[in-house]
């Protein structure tokens, strides 16, 4: 079958799909804005997610990318879509993600504010409560189905070998077409196209973050962390999408340059410079160049502001909101809508994200609302 004819067939599949009330993408339902500028988890996509450091970048990607995908097939087991997850985790253990995973749905499911580090008991003046205690075994089976579509590897820690790890999973569940060219004038077989097993499993690699990759070596020589991470994101993300067909998330923080707060000439600070993006990226620049899609994650109360995005009387009290304000950026969007931004409130410690009221539309209630959320937290 020729490119054109697999492109053609693919678009009236996916047509016929949405007729019959089937899916093509994993929805991030529980953030509705968003999911009316980005369709949420779909194939052939690399996504940067950047940030500076501890703005909550990796808890935003696993929000997206792990425990939105899971609430969402775990409630409609008769979804047409289902996922695999790679999660490369280069700056904590597996338990600790796990620990993530249980904060998180205690909060969800209960609105029990308690971070991983509570959980463990190793404050001197906290051991976990039996009540908490109770609801985690009763989450034994959303816990049970997340570990079904999660491989977490927290020891694989270069580029090449993520790159093979993926790939012979891959090789594994799917089939390579092949096709007759000739080249030098003689007549050779190679590889078409892959096709998986299951054309309605969606395959995720997360790497949590990218500047953390071990150095490689090539033609016997040390590649520099800044090489490294190009030949990762040029050559082995690029093959795993355009090959493989998978959805890959990249955790990368902004350069601390970036993060420096700069003045005009009156002092007044410059907010947008204060913002993530593509050139502020840390380690390597270039990497912006590989991706489809970039969010930057800003916390503007790390900067004393009073309110944000204030105008005519309307604005974000950030006196109230404090630290639980995050504003969701789209830096960069080769397949729709870009600079765009959502606002959320943040609860770090259950790495849990909600969209907030547009600044003109915030009420009374929704800061109480956060208000209480923070005075919770165990």
């Not at 800044?226 to 902004?254: N, P, T």
């Not at 639980?324 to 409130?345: M, T």
Request: proline share 4%.
């Amino acid at each position: 079958m020729s490119l054109y004819e697999r492109t053609i067939k693919k678009i009236r599949e996916n047509k016929a799909k949405r007729l019959s009330g089937e899916i093509i993408a994993l929805p991030w339902h529980g953030l509705p804005r968003l999911s009316r500028i980005l369709p949420g988890i779909e194939p052939e996509k690399i996504t940067i997610i950047t940030s500076g450091p501890k703005a909550g970048k990796s808890q935003i990607t696993n929000y997206l990318y792990l425990f939105q995908p899971i609430d969402y097939l775990f409630d409609h087991p008769d979804c047409n879509l289902n996922i695999k997850i790679f999660y490369f985790s280069l700056e904590i253990s597996q338990e600790s993600l796990m620990r993530q995973a249980i904060s998180y749905r205690l909060f969800t499911k209960y609105g029990v504010t308690i971070s991983p580090q509570k959980l463990m008991s190793i404050f001197q003046n906290y051991i976990l409560d039996d009540y908490i205690d109770g609801l985690i075994d009763k989450e034994r089976p959303w816990l049970n189905f997340l570990e079904q579509h999660l491989d977490i590897q927290d020891s694989i820690r270069n580029g090449t070998g993520i790159y093979m790890y993926i790939k012979r999973w891959c090789e594994a569940n799917g089939t390579w077409i092949y096709k007759d060219v000739i080249y030098n004038g003689k007549a050779e077989t190679v590889k078409d196209y892959y096709i998986p097993n299951n054309p309605n499993l969606i395959t995720v690699g997360i790497i949590d973050h990218i500047s953390l990759l071990a150095q490689e070596k090539s033609d016997g020589s040390m590649l520099t962390l800044h090489q490294s991470i190009g030949k990762f994101s040029s050559e082995y993300c690029l093959r795993l999408r355009d090959k493989y067909k998978m959805c890959i998330a990249l955790v990368q923080q902004q350069a601390l340059a970036s993060e420096q707060q700069q003045f005009t000439s009156s002092g007044k600070s410059i907010i947008e410079k204060l913002k993530p993006g593509p050139d502020g990226l840390a380690t390597n620049k270039e990497t912006s160049r590989d991706c489809n899609l970039m969010f930057g994650l800003f916390n503007p109360y790390k900067y004393d502001f009073k309110t944000y995005k204030a105008k005519d009387d309307t604005g974000y009290d950030l006196t109230r909101l404090q630290d639980n304000h995050r504003e969701l950026l789209i830096l960069l969007n080769r397949d729709g809508i870009s600079s765009a931004a959502i606002d959320l409130v943040f609860n770090g410690a259950c790495s849990y994200f909600q969209e907030l009221p547009r600044p003109e539309d915030i009420q009374e209630t929704d800061y109480l609302a956060v208000e209480e959320m923070r005075k919770n937290v165990i």
